[in-house]
C-alpha cells in the first residue's frame, strides 16, 4: 500500500455515466476508489449496493473501498467481497461485537476497516483495534458528501497515532487543500475526497491540487 493516498469517493458522481467518471478519476490519478454504501437504515440517505461494485470492477483495476454504512454489515460482507471489494469497512455504531466483525471481515480476505462516526467517542474502537487493518475516522456525520469538516477528527486522528502506529488511519468527509493538511499533520494515511474532486471542472486539477497539498 502507498500512503499518503487520495482516495475519490463516487458518491457526487453522475451514476448514469460510471464507466467514463471512473476513466477521469483514474486519469486524475487515484490509487483507489472509495464507495459509500447506505442502506436508509443507518444513515438516513440510499446509495447502492454489489450490482454497483461489480460493475465497477468490471472497469477498472483499481483497489476498490466499500465503506457501509449499513445497519448489517455482516449480512452483506461475503456478496460485497465476491462484488469485487479489496477493503471492507464497517461501522463501529452499526455493530453489537466489533471485533467478531472485524474478525468474520478478515476471514473474507480483504482488509478490514472500523469507521467511527463524527459523533462516536474513541473508546468505542479499543475493543476491536487488535482485528483491523485500517481506522475511517469521519469528519462529517455519515450519511451525505459535501458536509463541512468537523475538526473534532483531528484530535481522535493523533490519539490513535500516537497509540497505534501500525493502523492505516483514514479520514472521510469535508476534505479540501486545507482540511486535508491539517489531517496529514495529524497523522493520517488515506484521505477521502467526494465534493472537492467531482463538483470541479477539472478532475485532475483538483487532484493535483490535493495532492500537491498532503505532499507540501
Ligand atoms: C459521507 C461519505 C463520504 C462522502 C465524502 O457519508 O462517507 O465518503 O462522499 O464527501 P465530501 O468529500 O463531499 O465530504
Ligand atoms: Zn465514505
Not at 81 to 100: K, N, P, W
Not at 148 to 166: T, V
Not at 188 to 198: K, N, Q, R
Request: net charge negative; glycine share 8%; with cysteine.
Amino acid at each position: 500500500e502507498l500512503t499518503p493516498a487520495i482516495m475519490p469517493s463516487i458518491l457526487s458522481c453522475d451514476f448514469g455515466d460510471m464507466k467514463s467518471e471512473v476513466t477521469r478519476l483514474t486519469d486524475a490519478g487515484a490509487q483507489a476508489l472509495h464507495l459509500d454504501v447506505m442502506d436508509g437504515h443507518f444513515v438516513p440517505n440510499l446509495t447502492f449496493g454489489m450490482p454497483m461494485v461489480s460493475g465497477l470492477r468490471r472497469h477498472t483495476d483499481l483497489p476498490l473501498d466499500v465503506h457501509l454504512m449499513i445497519s448489517e454489515p455482516l449480512r452483506y460482507a461475503k456478496p460485497m467481497v465476491q462484488a469485487g471489494a479489496d477493503v471492507l469497512t464497517f461501522h463501529v455504531e452499526a455493530v453489537e461485537d466489533a471485533a467478531f466483525v472485524a474478525k468474520e471481515f478478515r476471514k473474507l480476505g480483504v482488509g478490514v476497516g472500523v469507521a467511527l462516526d463524527s459523533d462516536t467517542k474513541l473508546t468505542d474502537l479499543e475493543p476491536c483495534l487488535d482485528f483491523v487493518d485500517m481506522v475511517l475516522v469521519m469528519s462529517v456525520k455519515a450519511g451525505f458528501g459535501g458536509q463541512s469538516f468537523n475538526p473534532i477528527s483531528l484530535e481522535k486522528l493523533r490519539l490513535l497515532r500516537d497509540n497505534h502506529p501500525e493502523l492505516l488511519l483514514q479520514i472521510d468527509g469535508g476534505m479540501n487543500t486545507e482540511t486535508i493538511v491539517l489531517a496529514r499533520d495529524a497523522g493520517c494515511d488515506l484521505f477521502v475526497v467526494g465534493s472537492s474532486i467531482i463538483h470541479s471542472d477539472d478532475y485532475s486539477e483538483a487532484f493535483a491540487e490535493l495532492d500537491q497539498a498532503i505532499k507540501s
